[in-house]
């Protein structure tokens, strides 16, 4: 018989009945009944329970004392449980083995928190001993998921013809939004690599060099803040690049990989599909946001016409959202206080709203300060009919998006227009190529400058670059977004007048893609990808809502490991091969609040700019 195991603890069953095993696992849990001592032993595998009597003295007093997670080797017997003893939700529950001999192979010490029965501890402790965390059902179930997607995303991109190709880790700083993690040379003196935040420019190049369809479970480090959706440090993506594509070519493929993976994994939960393509301006006007919970079965409406000539002066010459709620009227003065409280704690001074009743006509906060013609437009506007409240937002166009697309989610949740149970995914469209920096008023790209302006070179320059559009687009499910993509701009002269536009002078351009710019000139495809985050992609999957849920060795929030000790300090011996020296801050930096950088603490702009690099936010999300 092998040193540690005949079988696993998951694989017993009713015809090993009889058998003489051998098996190795964690001590799970311990009951004694009458002096018969019950063990769960777990391993990898699964769980199975052991029975030792009384009379097995030696197996009895090791097994009666040992604490919970010591690893042993059991030798014993496989016997059936009594009909009235089969537990029918664990696969090895018809059986039991009879225990006559123990070894211990492990000794737990007394442990910081128990494993089973799973109770709360807080993040930082789990974090701390997350290999404990780990053995967790939860988290290893996690894990396991997270590990059979990657092995699905693998096989469908073969199948699909695309051809798995590996990108640099160590590679050049590029400016690309988000901070990089630099690598310092010891053979350069003062020189630095940079850790990837993504391949785009190398898997670009790989579409150059005539590999016509790449993908990489590929690693992508930022320096960024941690939140729900994003893990600081590192994060990975489903890398995409197609050769010889438009935007439609691209939706074709991921939305197939995208709907078989989640039918294959969403336990149950239904993908609709097609996805809806969702131009980014009316994403933000029907839903408030451009990654939208299409769940919600409510949307926004445009009422700042209503208003211009109304009497109700609070919203005259404001932008003013309007969310009707069907079926709602009925509901007691408690359901709208609370869903204005929501939208306090989401930003807003208060939420407005009125109820429109089987006559037509009126009633609420508001109502008395609307005329009769205002109350006819406003109900033709927003399509009410009988039993519909209105809720209504109003002041600069973004802000009043932001906090009345939050509160469409939660008027949705708490009026029974949510709809659960499903994934709904969406492609959001058509992004500007340019915006307007609020505080220097100077235009800069607005996503990604490496996506070709619809209209090409002559949309650069006849129109207003405000006007100009980009073949960019996201791929959002459930309201968080995967990824970001685009069809690349592989032309020089678009590229160089693009950056024009944004401030980038010639020289500005070469000296940072000058090896992008060289690959263009000697004959590059039209190409285009995207890049989905395999983070998010098992957070949804898995129903958690935090993304370090489902890595198995995460940063914390404050990017930093508990566990190894990273980042940690370098000696003078290392630092002077490196030829480097460490600049202490000479002052106390305020404390960061929890999620949030020192800089941001300081109050520096947290905004990214993704620019040449696919937006998964570690995720993605």
Same mark, same amino acid.
């Given at each position: 018989?092998?040193?540690?195991?005949?079988? +696993?603890?998951? *694989? !017993?069953? @009713?015809?090993?009945?009889? +058998?003489?095993?051998?098996?190795?696992?964690?001590?799970?849990?311990?009951?004694?009944?009458?002096?018969?001592?019950? #063990?769960?032993?777990?391993?990898?595998?699964?769980?199975?329970?052991?029975?030792?009597?009384?009379?097995?003295?030696?197996?009895?007093? @090791?097994?009666?004392?040992?604490?919970?997670? +010591?690893?042993?080797?059991?030798?014993?017997?496989?016997?059936?449980?009594?009909?009235?003893?089969?537990?029918?939700?664990?696969?090895?529950?018809?059986?039991? &083995?009879?225990?006559?001999?123990?070894?211990? !192979?492990?000794?737990?010490?007394?442990?910081? =928190?128990?494993?089973?029965?799973?109770?709360?501890?807080?993040?930082?402790?789990?974090?701390?001993?997350?290999?404990?965390?780990?053995?967790?059902?939860?988290?290893? /179930?996690?894990?396991?998921?997270?590990?059979? &997607?990657?092995?699905?995303?693998?096989?469908?991109?073969?199948?699909?013809?695309?051809?798995?190709?590996?990108?640099?880790?160590?590679?050049?700083?590029? %400016?690309?939004?988000?901070?990089?993690?630099?690598?310092?040379?010891?053979?350069?003196?003062?020189?630095?690599?940079?850790?990837?935040?993504?391949?785009?420019?190398?898997?670009?190049?790989?579409?150059?060099?005539?590999?016509?369809?790449?993908?990489?479970?590929? %690693?992508?480090?930022?320096?960024?803040?941690?939140?729900?959706?994003?893990?600081?440090?590192?994060?990975?993506?489903?890398?995409?690049?197609?050769?010889?594509?438009?935007?439609?070519?691209?939706?074709?493929?991921?939305?197939? &990989?995208?709907?078989?993976?989640?039918?294959?994994?969403?336990?149950?939960?239904?993908?609709?599909?097609?996805?809806?393509?969702?131009?980014?301006?009316?994403?933000?006007?029907?839903?408030?946001?451009?990654?939208?919970?299409?769940?919600?079965?409510?949307?926004?409406?445009?009422?700042?016409?209503?208003?211009?000539?109304?009497?109700?002066?609070?919203?005259?010459?404001?932008?003013?959202?309007?969310? %009707?709620?069907?079926?709602?009227?009925?509901?007691?003065?408690?359901?709208?206080?609370?869903?204005?409280?929501?939208?306090?704690?989401?930003?807003?001074?208060?939420?407005?709203?009125?109820? #429109?009743?089987?006559?037509?006509?009126?009633?609420?906060?508001?109502?008395?300060?609307?005329?009769?013609?205002?109350?006819?437009?406003?109900?033709?506007?927003?399509?009410?009919?009988?039993?519909?409240?209105?809720?209504?937002?109003?002041?600069?166009?973004?802000?009043?998006?932001?906090?009345?697309?939050?509160?469409?989610?939660?008027?949705?949740?708490?009026?029974?227009? =949510?709809?659960?149970?499903?994934?709904? =995914?969406?492609?959001?469209?058509?992004?500007?190529?340019?915006?307007?920096?609020?505080?220097?008023?100077?235009?800069?790209?607005?996503?990604?400058?490496?996506?070709?302006?619809?209209?090409?070179?002559?949309?650069? !320059?006849?129109?207003?670059? $405000?006007?100009?559009?980009?073949?960019?687009?996201?791929?959002?499910?459930?309201?968080?977004?995967?990824?970001?993509?685009?069809?690349?701009?592989? *032309?020089?002269?678009?590229?160089?007048?693009?950056?024009?536009?944004?401030?980038?002078?010639?020289?500005?351009?070469?000296?940072?893609?000058?090896?992008?710019?060289?690959? =263009? /000139?000697?004959?590059?495809?039209?190409?285009?990808?995207?890049?989905?985050?395999?983070?998010?992609?098992?957070?949804? $999957?898995?129903? *958690?809502?935090?993304?370090? *849920?489902?890595?198995?060795? %995460?940063?914390?929030?404050?990017?930093?490991?508990?566990?190894?000790?990273?980042?940690?300090?370098?000696?003078?011996?290392?630092?002077?091969?490196?030829?480097?020296?460490?600049?202490?801050?000479?002052?106390?930096?305020?404390?960061? @609040?929890?999620?949030?950088?020192?800089?941001?603490?300081?109050?520096?702009?947290?905004?990214? /700019?993704?620019?040449?690099?696919?937006? +998964?936010?570690?995720?993605?999300?």
């Amino acid at each position: 018989m092998h040193r540690y195991r005949s079988h +696993t603890c998951g *694989e !017993l069953r @009713a015809a090993d009945v009889d +058998t003489d095993v051998r098996l190795s696992g964690w001590l799970h849990n311990r009951r004694n009944l009458g002096g018969i001592l019950f #063990i769960d032993l777990r391993d990898h595998y699964g769980l199975v329970q052991l029975v030792v009597r009384p009379d097995a003295t030696a197996a009895n007093d @090791a097994l009666s004392s040992l604490p919970k997670e +010591t690893v042993v080797r059991v030798d014993g017997r496989v016997i059936a449980r009594g009909a009235e003893n089969v537990n029918p939700d664990l696969p090895t529950g018809e059986i039991e &083995v009879e225990v006559a001999e123990v070894e211990v !192979l492990g000794a737990a010490e007394p442990l910081p =928190f128990t494993v089973f029965p799973e109770d709360g501890v807080n993040e930082e402790r789990r974090l701390e001993y997350r290999f404990l965390d780990l053995r967790r059902e939860r988290m290893h /179930r996690n894990i396991m998921l997270r590990s059979a &997607v990657i092995a699905t995303l693998r096989q469908k991109m073969t199948g699909l013809g695309f051809t798995e190709l590996a990108t640099p880790i160590l590679s050049a700083t590029s %400016p690309e939004g988000a901070r990089d993690f630099l690598v310092p040379s010891r053979l350069h003196a003062g020189r630095f690599y940079a850790l990837p935040q993504a391949p785009q420019q190398f898997k670009q190049l790989l579409m150059i060099a005539g590999f016509d369809r790449y993908f990489q479970i590929a %690693p992508c480090f930022r320096d960024e803040d941690a939140r729900a959706d994003r893990s600081p440090g590192e994060f990975y993506q489903l890398d995409v690049e197609m050769s010889f594509v438009e935007q439609e070519d691209v939706f074709q493929v991921i939305e197939k &990989v995208m709907t078989d993976l989640f039918e294959e994994f969403g336990g149950g939960r239904h993908v609709t599909s097609p996805f809806p393509r969702i131009p980014f301006r009316e994403a933000l006007l029907r839903y408030g946001s451009d990654k939208p919970d299409l769940r919600a079965r409510l949307e926004l409406v445009d009422v700042s016409h209503v208003f211009a000539d109304s009497g109700f002066k609070a919203f005259a010459g404001r932008h003013v959202r309007a969310l %009707p709620v069907p079926d709602c009227a009925g509901q007691p003065r408690k359901f709208f206080d609370q869903l204005g409280e929501y939208a306090v704690e989401q930003g807003a001074k208060g939420l407005a709203w009125v109820r #429109i009743g089987e006559d037509g006509t009126l009633t609420g906060p508001i109502a008395k300060f609307l005329t009769q013609e205002d109350t006819e437009r406003l109900v033709a506007e927003v399509g009410g009919k009988p039993g519909t409240a209105v809720f209504f937002g109003a002041g600069e166009f973004d802000e009043v998006s932001r906090i009345m697309g939050a509160v469409r989610v939660e008027a949705a949740r708490r009026a029974g227009h =949510f709809e659960d149970g499903v994934f709904r =995914f969406c492609w959001i469209v058509d992004f500007p190529m340019f915006e307007r920096n609020e505080d220097t008023g100077q235009v800069e790209f607005s996503h990604n400058p490496f996506s070709m302006p619809q209209g090409g070179l002559d949309a650069l !320059l006849t129109q207003d670059p $405000l006007d100009v559009l980009a073949w960019q687009y996201d791929i959002v499910c459930n309201g968080v977004e995967l990824s970001s993509g685009a069809i690349r701009n592989h *032309e020089p002269d678009v590229m160089y007048k693009a950056f024009e536009i944004a401030g980038y002078g010639r020289e500005d351009v070469e000296r940072e893609f000058g090896g992008m710019l060289r690959a =263009f /000139r000697f004959g590059a495809p039209p190409h285009g990808g995207i890049a989905p985050g395999v983070d998010r992609i098992v957070m949804l $999957l898995a129903d *958690e809502p935090n993304i370090r *849920e489902t890595i198995a060795f %995460p940063l914390n929030g404050n990017a930093q490991d508990l566990l190894m000790g990273a980042p940690s300090e370098v000696d003078e011996a290392r630092l002077r091969e490196l030829h480097l020296s460490v600049r202490r801050p000479q002052t106390k930096v305020r404390q960061a @609040a929890p999620g949030r950088s020192a800089g941001q603490a300081e109050g520096t702009d947290g905004a990214e /700019r993704m620019e040449g690099a696919e937006r +998964t936010d570690s995720s993605a999300p």
